[in-house]
């Protein structure tokens, strides 16, 4: 599976910004897409993820400021971010599980910064 990211940028604090990501190759085995994000010498971390049957899971810092949506039919998942704070600056990252083992496949990331 290959992931295409689109989206991100610089934004001010309190405006918005929205990620897409794109799946090719074996979609059918993909179980989840989400977003994850990362910032340098921290863990990359859960952002939100959605199933095929479209249960949405959100962190804390992200729950009510951000929406994943996912469109089955072109393997598309978006990330909606309102609200941004300077937290929110980092590099973010497309993530797929396929299969009975839930592999993860990664796409290159996308830089967000958001400035006051």
């Known amino acids: 599976v290959q992931l295409v990211e689109s989206g991100g940028g610089s934004a001010q604090a309190g405006g918005s910004l929205k990620l897409s990501c794109r799946a090719h190759g074996n979609i059918f085995s993909i179980n989840s897409m989400g977003w994850y994000r990362q910032i340098p010498e921290k863990e990359r971390e859960l952002v939100a993820s959605?199933?095929?049957?479209?249960?949405?899971e959100y962190a804390d810092f992200a729950r009510g400021r951000f929406t994943i949506s996912r469109d089955a039919a072109t393997s598309t998942v978006e990330l909606q971010m309102d609200s941004l704070n300077a937290d929110d600056t980092a590099k973010y990252f497309c993530?797929?599980?396929?299969?009975?083992?839930?592999?993860?496949?990664w796409g290159r990331g996308t830089q967000v910064a958001v400035f006051s």
């Open positions: 993530n797929c599980k396929t299969g009975s083992i839930d592999y993860d496949w």
């Open positions: 959605i199933t095929n049957s479209g249960y949405a």
